[in-house]
């Protein structure tokens, strides 16, 4: 069974950073693209950024939002995937899920707060 | 704002049938998949449609969906209460090198 859990989740100030993680189970990590997801409260979904498979040498991509502060890296001997955040404003508080395969399986996302 | 392009929301009467669309662009639903995803409230979304029209696996047929030219369209059958949530497009956008989602669609089951 495909299983995603996020974690690292937080209230954290306007500039601070937040390194979240997201453990993975039922699947080998190295052949999968994963993305995360982000959605305010009350707001739609917005994609973060995406981290490529082994085949295609682990190429990241982001969003024009995030780029230069956000940046996902993956442990795939640890079977985890990673999202650190620096910069952080109010415009960056949300649900953020870890998703993967083109979005096919998701996590139940952790709550990031910036806010003084 | 979002570039893919769906109302705000639908309704209509258990039973009935309803659809929702989602309009983009050559770059994004013009030349890649459509994906379309079922979110609850205080739920993560899950996906219901993925390659523009395939269903996975424990996703009932009423669900259906199809795309032509730079838009696409999701199709729910037999509405039932349980179908009420919201609905997100979403395709990858060639030239933005990024996914892009729908702004959301509000589905009422009268």
């Known amino acids: 069974e495909v299983q995603l859990v996020e974690s690292g989740g937080g209230l954290v100030q306007p500039g601070g950073s937040l390194r979240l993680s997201c453990a993975v189970s039922?699947?080998?990590?190295?052949?999968?693209?994963m993305d995360w997801v982000r959605q305010a409260p009350g707001k739609g979904l917005e994609w973060v950024g995406r981290?490529?498979?082994?085949?295609?040498?682990?190429?990241?991509q982001y969003a024009a939002s995030v780029k230069g502060r956000f940046t996902i890296s993956r442990d795939d001997s640890k079977n985890a995937l990673f999202l650190q955040m620096n910069g952080l404003t109010s415009e960056d508080t949300a649900m953020y899920y870890c998703?993967?395969?083109?979005?096919?399986?998701w996590g139940q996302g952790t709550l990031v707060t910036v806010a003084s | 704002q979002s570039v893919l392009t769906q109302p705000p929301s639908v309704s209509a009467a258990p039973g009935q049938r309803v659809t929702i669309s989602c309009s983009g662009s050559?770059?994004?639903?013009?030349?890649?998949?459509v994906s379309w995803y079922q979110q609850f409230p205080g739920t993560a979304p899950k996906v219901i449609i993925y390659d523009s029209n395939k269903r996975p696996s424990g996703i009932p047929d009423r669900f259906s969906a199809s795309k032509s030219g730079t838009s696409a369209t999701l199709g729910i059958t037999g509405l039932q209460t349980g179908d009420e949530a919201d609905y997100y497009c979403g395709a990858w956008d060639t030239s933005l090198s990024g996914e892009l989602f729908g702004g959301g669609t509000k589905l009422t089951v009268l």
């Open positions: 050559r770059s994004n639903i013009g030349n890649n998949h």
């Open positions: 981290s490529r498979n082994k085949v295609e040498n682990y190429i990241t």
């Open positions: 039922g699947f080998t990590l190295s052949d999968h693209f």
């Open positions: 998703t993967r395969g083109f979005f096919f399986d």
